[in-house]
């Protein structure tokens, strides 16, 4: 089973940036990838996703214009650049296929922004 392992999180002041890392243990190739968050007492959501057959990315309103989702199949990893970064963004942030499937959740990785 392909696993994903998040890091790069950590504690960041408003405005700050933040650059986290999924790496896979296998090629993915050509697969749709996706960044998920969940905060506290909050349903996890989908903030971007990269399209493997393509370049073509896309992102919740909520982070359009400040998060760049972007993937190094070499390196079988897949980035989240995320700047401006706001309290708002505090969460658990994953890696996961886009769908996602519920077998390749990891521990994920926490992102603080708090001044």
């Known amino acids: 089973q392909l696993q994903l392992v998040e890091s790069g999180g950590g504690l960041v002041q408003p405005g700050g940036s933040l650059r986290l890392s999924c790496a896979a243990s296998?090629?993915?190739?050509?697969?749709?990838m996706g960044w998920y968050r969940q905060a506290p007492g909050k349903e996890r959501e989908l903030v971007a996703r990269?399209?493997?057959?393509?370049?073509?990315?896309d992102y919740a309103d909520s982070v359009k214009g400040r998060f760049t989702i972007s993937r190094d199949n070499a390196k079988n990893t897949v980035y989240l650049q995320m700047n401006s970064l706001k309290p708002e963004d505090t969460a658990v942030y994953y890696c996961?296929?886009?769908?996602?499937?519920?077998?390749?959740w990891g521990q994920g990785t926490q992102v603080t922004v708090s001044s």
């Open positions: 296998g090629s993915i190739f050509s697969i749709n």
């Open positions: 996961n296929m886009w769908p996602f499937r519920n077998d390749y």
């Open positions: 990269i399209i493997g057959s393509s370049t073509y990315t």
